[in-house]
């Protein structure tokens, strides 16, 4: 169960694109479709911002995308606003009902 | 709307034991999986358990099987979490979160509780 690798900071400017990769094993992210991401600001719980690889619950921007790749999944956030900034997490199941998070990514919007 | 209130966090020393409650309102308790995230102040998130809708099955990170129990009383909506053995690090924050997904293995949570601290020392 080692956590799935993300870029540890990432920074853009407003109205610019970034995308934050997390990159897992053929065990987790390759070989289910099961990826997540979790955006956290400072002292709050996380909050769901995407499921299933590429689906966004109601109420996230269209701003916010995801993808995958083979073992890497990858979170894009289109036209950067300052509330962007915050912690991004993915996570995807690992396999015989056990789940994975990536490290984290610091995002700062410029 | 949905509520998950985490109690039980405090000091404890290693090796002794805490168990973590969830107080869940404003949803069907019974008909979610739940599960328990924890995460160290300034640090990444870590999965820790999952337990089914009516509490049949329960699993764990290896890094607490053995040690943590997960379980459910459906009839006071709350979710607990019994720790023993308790190390330094386990000292983190503990979060419980619903779990969605068609099926159990395509977890991924819509609510979180606003965490519990579990401090381990002497």
């Known amino acids: 169960q080692s956590a799935l690798t993300q870029p540890r900071s990432m920074s853009g400017s407003p109205g610019q694109s970034v995308t934050i990769s997390c990159t897992g094993t053929?065990?987790?992210?390759?070989?289910?479709?099961?990826v997540s991401w979790y955006q956290q600001h400072p002292a709050k719980a996380p909050k769901l911002m995407i499921f299933d690889v590429t689906k966004r619950p109601s109420g996230v921007p269209d701003r916010f995308s995801g993808s995958k790749s083979g073992n890497t999944a990858s979170l894009t956030i289109s036209g950067l606003q300052a509330e962007d900034e915050a912690d991004y997490f993915c996570f995807s199941y690992a396999g015989s009902y056990t789940w994975v998070f990536g490290g984290g990514t610091k995002l700062t919007v410029l | 709307q949905v509520q998950l209130v985490e109690s039980g966090g405090g000091v404890v020393e290693p090796g002794r034991s805490l168990r973590l409650s969830c107080a869940a309102s404003?949803?069907?308790?019974?008909?979610?999986?739940m599960h328990w995230v924890r995460q160290a102040p300034g640090k990444g998130l870590e999965w820790v358990a999952v337990i089914s809708t009516d509490g049949s099955n329960q699993y764990y990170a290896d890094s607490v099987k053995g040690r943590f129990t997960i379980s459910r009383d459906n009839s006071k909506n709350t979710l607990y979490l019994q720790m023993n053995s308790l190390t330094p690090e386990d000292a983190v924050v503990y979060y419980c979160?619903?779990?969605?997904?068609?099926?159990?293995?395509?977890?991924?949570?819509?609510?979180w509780g606003q965490g519990t601290l579990v401090t381990v020392a002497s």
């Open positions: 053929s065990s987790d992210v390759g070989g289910y479709d099961y």
């Open positions: 404003g949803f069907t308790f019974r008909s979610y999986a």
């Open positions: 979160a619903r779990h969605r997904g068609a099926q159990l293995v395509a977890a991924y949570f819509d609510y």
